[in-house]
């Protein structure tokens, strides 16, 4: 919604209200209220191909569950369900915010957002008190809480009435009827997220870092947003890609995988070519060059082991260009062409920008993907590029301010020059 508000103060509109585009023009395609597709029309044929920048705007935290109201012990509870790879003991004694939204049962719908304004209440998720945690130290961080354990207290107050069963859930339910107008019954189709209840702040004594919850990936995706919006005429057409789902392997219709992303790009192709055929579409999408633009681990001293010095991103060294992603033996890895990958280098040196290199770790400590891969198989060029944390998937994740600008210097490089 932010985006799409940003956007349409620019000049943005939707595509589908549009003919035919001509260079200057820009448009816009919500995909399903979760991801995004947005493109400035520049003044080469489609088929020269499109400048693309892709991030993706889901991060980790924990969805409820669709029956999720129950209470015990006096108090209310909501059940949860972890979304994307966390360490879950992270999540546990730390303010968190409820943010989403709900169908009521008339079919109109209402937005909820509670726990982030300082007069709000905040919610949480309980852990052990360490006076009785004997046996609980004992256990590896993996099951120091376990996915059932985290559920989140959310009231503590009953209805009067002492004949009602369940007086402190039904208490509840009556706010919720009162606040949001909606019933239990409305909570099952509802999507109601839990994040961390932090404001971004500046760290440090020098405040040369930024901690926030979400970094991954909206440090990276709001520069793109920034990039792309900022166009007003280039040779290319540019385009933004915000996908959803990242977190949990970019399917369904609001992933990287969808089809939806690529059809925005065929409807531009359409409305410029004055029709589509596909051989033609094809031809753009080879002739296409994107940045996955997603954060990567940044070098912590803390941490030294899991990590080799000569090839990790640093903090503060500029924007990180990541050739291959992947596991083990490059398992699942995208993997930039050469080429490609030197004309990005040679870019951002003619342009001055600090750039440095960066993989995910030593070899055999683990991995991970970004949506490259997706675009790459579509036969776009594609590098993944962009800001280095440290705490990745933390409720707090911490950047480094020169990366950050460095990063956002390097995507409008990108779009306009390549
Ligand atoms: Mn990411
Ligand atoms: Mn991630």
């Known amino acids: 919604y932010t985006s799409i508000k940003l956007l349409n103060n620019l000049g943005f509109s939707d595509i589908r209200s549009k003919e035919q585009l001509l260079p200057g023009d820009k448009v816009y395609r919500s995909i399903h209220n979760k991801g995004l597709m ?18 993706h705007v889901d991060s980790p935290r924990f969805d409820l569950k669709p029956n999720p ?25 730390v303010p968190l915010a409820l943010h989403g939204f709900a169908v009521r049962a008339d079919g109109t719908s209402v937005k909820i957002a509670i726990g982030d304004d300082e007069n709000d209440p905040v919610f949480m998720l309980t852990d052990l008190l360490i006076h009785l945690s004997k046996d609980q130290m004992t256990k590896t961080a993996a099951e120091v809480v376990t996915g059932e354990e985290l559920n989140l207290l959310i009231g503590g107050r009953p209805v009067p009435h002492k ?25 099952v189709s509802a999507e109601i997220q839990v994040v961390p209840s932090d404001k971004a702040r500046d760290l440090g004594f020098d405040r040369s870092f930024i901690a926030a919850y979400g970094h991954d990936d909206r440090v990276c995706a709001y520069p793109a947003l920034r990039a792309v919006a900022a166009q007003e005429k280039s040779k290319r057409t540019v385009m933004l890609m915000l996908t959803d789902k990242e977190e949990v392997g970019s399917q369904g219709n609001t992933g990287a995988q969808s ?29 296409s060059a994107m940045l996955s633009t997603d954060v990567v681990n940044g070098y912590d001293p803390n941490f030294a ?14 924007v990180c260009l990541q050739k291959y992603t992947g596991s083990r033996g490059k398992s699942g890895a995208s993997d930039a062409n050469a080429e490609f990958l030197a004309k990005v280098v040679h870019l951002l040196d003619e342009y001055k920008i600090p750039w440095q ?24 060029e594609v590098l993944d ?13 911490i950047v480094h301010k ?17």
């Open 402 to 418: 020169l990366d950050l600008y460095a990063t956002h210097q390097a995507y409008r490089c990108f779009i306009e020059n390549m």
């Open 385 to 397: 590029c962009g800001v280095p944390v440290l705490n990745m998937h933390a409720p707090q994740e």
């Open 305 to 318: 082991s899991t990590m080799d010095i000569r090839n990790n991103s640093m903090m503060g060294h500029g």
């Open 357 to 380: 290199t960066g993989e995910l770790g030593k070899v055999d400590q683990g991995g991970g993907g970004t949506i490259s891969q997706y675009a790459a198989n579509r036969g776009i």
């Open 259 to 287: 089809q939806e992303y690529e059809t925005f790009m065929a409807e531009v192709y359409a409305k410029t070519e004055g029709g589509y055929d596909e051989l033609g579409f094809l031809m753009a999408l080879e002739n």
């Open 163 to 187: 004949d009602v069963s369940e007086r402190f859930k039904v208490g509840f339910l009556m706010i919720l009827k009162e606040k949001y107008g909606l019933s239990e019954r409305d909570i």
């Open 69 to 93: 109201i129950y209470e015990e012990a006096e108090m209310v509870f909501l059940k949860t369900h972890y979304y994307g790879g966390v360490k879950k003991y992270q999540w546990t004694a």
């Open 38 to 55: 947005a493109a400035v029309i520049g003044e080469d044929k489609a088929k020269a191909g499109f400048n693309i920048l892709g991030a």
